[in-house]
């Protein structure tokens, strides 16, 4: 066999190989609904790749069996009960076992108790917020932090356009609508990132509309809720307190908030703890002085058409007070 | 066709060639010999004369067909136009009591004096020769081609000009600016001209008196960074304006800390709002909290009292001068600046009615000058 020989079927064998990854993977389930979902992947897959098989023989039979199982499989009883009965109760039967396998996943919006969390698809980020009943708001921006071990209930909202909140290695997919309260249930089974991604196309930069599901322990979380739910800490040095002096008077405070300061815009992420968050500008960039920076003055390079002018306005220094600021907002 | 043409066709086209490329060779040797004399001093032969204008004028009428002038009687319009006039049209085309200058009388062609012999051309002919200049004839072309709304404040006035003698020409384009007389030693030993001196004035007043037109921003007690980086971005032509782009450039050394201290420490005037429009609820809240559900963030978070000084303050300025700034963002010009990067998208999410709401707000508010804080 010469090398050109055995070479053709490469190109098509590797890029099969992308679908390897652990992450994004609804193969790789890391929850119990994620899990459920991948047993009803496989038995479909199974399922089909039986029917499948039998379909082939049944053609090869057609074409080259002997003459009694030619006319078997010619006859009328053949295509009613092979063609007609048997895909109508194999598919109502699959259907059924699918709405049960899932049910659990399809939350019951008026069981209280349980951890709730509000995520609003919004183009291009996603506003998560965690209802605290009497005690104050807490928002973040593009990273759920979960519970290990603990069903979450999802409330799915969108702010604007349609965009699908979908983290494959925890479970389904689900729309978010405008007008609309959408309801999904989700649990991590171990610590870890888990990477979602918008799955809806929602316009511009939408392929950068992705989120990270951070599962931590059960004291962690509630280290970390607890600090959520504090106002931001005041700038230890000089150089952060002119960077709140900037922050203010550029007018960040118009679209974003910092909790305990002026700053109470809605329209872009909370800041209050941008500095305990893991990236910036929507995962677009691991969180850093220098990337905080960066996203304030090329914002648009980064992740472009995202709805942040770039602040160009800002001297070097100027520009490097702020990002000192807000990577300290821990 | 006969047979017997057929045959003689490829003979013509042969002798089309030759003579084609006999002509092109005696035209190559013509200007390669220097026969032609190319003196502005001694004219065109009447024939060539004619058959010049002739062809310009028909290239321009065609070339015009495409426009349509908008309203051009809204005296902010004619003031602004006036005024740009003086400082860079008056010189070739003169002006009620400003003759054309000798220098400019002497080009080839030498440029009609408008202001007693001005062509019929109508108001979108003029607007295409003021866009674009012509050819040959030293007429540039706008500065800032994007800038039609100048140009047309400049066929604004060019219609009324017909009708002005000396002193309304002087009204109209020096409003209320008092050019006092330069000593001898001043005209003797300072290098800009007296017109120039008084160029920033004669749009944005100086002293206690602010501009003759809506259309132009108030300076007086605006932060002197955001005065600075205006004229800076006028100068490099990242904002574009084929008025201020050559006042700006012009600027040179410490001109521009100076002018902008200048304006920055001038008391605000009250000029009353000329839109008629009466500041709405809606105004007030487009300032004040912005409307987050369509992503538009709150004007006083930049443009109040506590804004950067990079920012201009927004108080008692023209309602017209904002909406056109507005507009020009939305149409996606000027957007390369630093401020203009910022106010492009926001712009963008404005409505027409959002626009006047907002700009009738702010225009309707006692201003408060920037250097009251620190």
């Known amino acids: 066999m010469t090398a050109r020989q055995s070479c053709w079927y490469l190109p098509v064998a590797t890029s099969l190989l992308g679908g ?47 003459e009694p199982v030619r006319a078997v499989l010619a006859s009328a009883r053949m295509v009613v009960w092979a063609g007609i009965f048997f895909p109508a109760v194999a598919l109502t039967g699959l259907l059924g076992y699918g709405v049960w396998v899932t049910r659990a996943s399809i939350a019951d919006p008026g069981d209280g108790g349980q951890l709730r969390i509000v995520v609003t698809g919004e183009q291009w980020w996603w506003r998560v917020h965690y209802p605290q009943g009497a005690g104050p708001a807490i928002e973040t921006a593009n990273e759920i932090r979960i ?25 389904g997919k689900v729309d978010m609508i405008p007008g609309r309260t959408t309801f999904l249930r989700l649990g991590a089974d171990r610590e870890g990132v888990f990477r979602g991604q918008c799955a809806e196309y929602c316009g511009g930069p939408h392929a950068l509309m992705a989120l990270e599901v951070i599962a931590m322990d059960s004291a962690a979380f509630d280290g970390w809720l607890q600090n959520q739910t504090r106002l931001a800490s005041d700038p230890g040095s000089a150089i952060a307190r002119r960077g709140r002096e900037l922050f203010l008077g550029a007018g960040c405070g118009a679209c974003h908030t910092v909790r ?33 920076a960066r996203f304030i003055r090329e914002g648009q390079h980064i992740k472009p058409g995202n709805r942040m002018p770039p602040f160009r306005i800002f001297a070097p220094d100027d520009l490097h007070a702020v990002a000192t600021y807000l990577a300290a907002l821990r | ?80 136009g006036a005024a740009h006039f003086h400082g860079g049209c008056a010189f070739c085309h003169g002006a009620p009591g400003i003759p054309v200058s000798p220098i400019a ?40 081609l994007e800038r039609a709304d100048e140009i ?12 002005l003698d000396a002193k309304s020409y002087r009204a109209l384009a020096l409003g209320d600016v008092e050019l006092a007389g330069q000593s001898g030693q001043a005209l003797a030993t300072v290098e800009s001209n007296p017109q120039g001196a008084g160029a920033c004035a004669r749009c944005h007043g100086a002293e206690s008196s602010g501009p003759t037109s809506a259309l132009v921003p108030i300076l007086h007690g605006q932060p002197p960074e955001f005065l600075m980086a205006a004229l800076r971005e ?43 429009t009466r500041p709405s609820e809606r105004g007030r809240a487009l300032a004040r909290e912005g409307d987050p559900a369509n992503a538009i963030p709150a004007c006083d978070a930049c443009h109040g009292r506590d804004g950067l000084a990079r920012y201009p303050r927004l108080a008692g300025q023209n309602a017209a001068y904002m909406a056109g700034q507005l507009r020009l963002w939305a149409a996606g010009h000027h957007a390369s600046t630093g401020g203009g990067a910022i106010m492009a998208p926001i712009a963008r999410r ?25």
């Open chain 2, 1 to 80: 066709m006969s047979k017997q043409a057929t045959r003689r066709l490829p003979r013509i086209a042969a002798w089309l060639v030759s003579g084609a490329a006999g002509l092109a060779v005696a035209l190559f040797v013509f200007a390669w010999s220097g026969i032609y004399n190319v003196a502005a001093s001694s004219g065109h032969w009447a024939a060539i004369d004619w058959f010049l204008a002739f062809g310009m004028r028909n290239s321009v009428s065609l070339r015009a067909k495409a426009i349509t002038a908008p309203k051009l009687d809204d005296p902010n319009l004619i003031r602004l």
């Open chain 2, 105 to 144: 009388r002497h080009m080839l062609p030498s440029p009609p004096d408008l202001a007693t012999s001005m062509r019929p051309w109508t108001d979108e002919e003029l607007f295409w020769i003021v866009k674009h200049g012509i050819k040959y004839t030293g007429m540039p072309g706008w500065v800032a």
């Open chain 2, 234 to 276: 006028y100068a490099d032509g990242s904002r574009s304006s084929g008025i201020m782009q050559p006042l700006a450039a012009d600027l040179g050394g410490q001109d521009v800390e100076r002018l902008a201290a200048y304006y920055a420490n001038l008391v605000p005037k009250r000029t009353p709002s000329t839109t008629g």
């Open chain 1, 260 to 292: 305990g300061t002026a700053a109470g815009g809605t329209i872009g992420p909370d800041l209050t703890h941008l500095g305990a968050r893991r990236s910036v500008g929507v995962d677009t960039a691991a969180l850093s002085e220098a990337s905080i």
């Open chain 2, 350 to 374: 404005l409505s027409e009615p959002d626009i006047e709401a907002v700009t009738a707000y702010f225009a309707a508010l006692a201003s408060e000058p920037a250097g009251a804080k620190p």
């Open chain 2, 152 to 163: 047309w404040a400049v066929i604004a006035f060019l219609k009324r000009l017909p009708e």
């Open chain 1, 147 to 171: 519970p290990v071990g603990r069903s979450i209930q999802f409330e799915l909202r969108s702010a604007d356009v349609i965009h699908s909140f979908w983290v494959p290695n925890l479970g």
């Open chain 1, 20 to 66: 390897c990854g652990w992450h994004q993977s609804v193969l790789n389930p890391e929850g119990q609904e994620a899990l459920r979902l991948a047993q009803l992947a496989w038995l479909l897959f199974g399922f089909g790749a039986a029917v499948l098989a039998i379909v082939i023989l049944a053609a090869v039979a057609a074409v080259r069996g002997p």
